[in-house]
Structure formats: C-alpha cells, structure tokens
C-alpha cells in the first residue's frame, strides 16, 4: 500500500509506504512505482496517477538550468570567468 502527498493541484509530491499525517492512501498506483512519480510529473485523479509530460519537461528543464547555474557560479568563484 502506498500514501501519497499532493500539492494543491494534486500534483505528486512524495510516496511512501506508511501512514503519515498529510498522505492520503493510493492503493491503485502500479509496481514498480513508474519514473518520476514523486517527483512532480504526475496529477492524481482520485484512482490513479497520470503523467503530464509538460510538467516533466518543466522539471528536466529546471534541473538542466540549475546545473548551468551552479557550474557557472563554480567558475566565478575559481577565478575562471
């Protein structure tokens, strides 16, 4: 049995294999979990978890800048920029 933590869209934040205060009970969700399930790329719709591809794009993209970010950063600091 999993819990799930949802955002105020009932985006997928977090799962879990316990009750915890703030999860609701997702008994449908498939093993194993699919990618990216707790990771904001899923809506819950009350029975089961949908992938929105756009918001797995959004993620990645985020992930991709702030890597570019904390790279760029890492060079100003070592005087390389």
Same mark, same amino acid.
């Given at each position: 049995?999993?819990?799930?933590?949802?955002?105020?869209?009932?985006?997928?934040?977090?799962?879990?294999?316990?009750?915890?205060?703030?999860?609701?009970?997702?008994?449908? @969700?498939?093993?194993? @979990?699919?990618?990216?399930?707790?990771?904001?790329?899923?809506?819950?719709?009350?029975?089961?978890?949908?992938?929105?591809?756009? @918001?797995?794009?959004?993620?990645?993209?985020?992930?991709?800048?702030?890597?570019?970010?904390?790279?760029?950063?890492?060079?100003?600091?070592?005087?390389? @920029?």
């Amino acid at each position: 049995m999993f819990y799930i933590q949802l955002n105020t869209n009932n985006i997928i934040l977090d799962i879990i294999e316990y009750i915890e205060d703030g999860y609701i009970e997702a008994p449908s @969700l498939p093993t194993p @979990l699919p990618e990216g399930i707790n990771a904001g790329w899923y809506h819950w719709n009350g029975t089961e978890a949908i992938l929105i591809p756009e @918001l797995k794009q959004a993620t990645i993209s985020n992930q991709i800048q702030q890597a570019i970010d904390d790279y760029t950063i890492s060079l100003i600091e070592g005087g390389l @920029l």
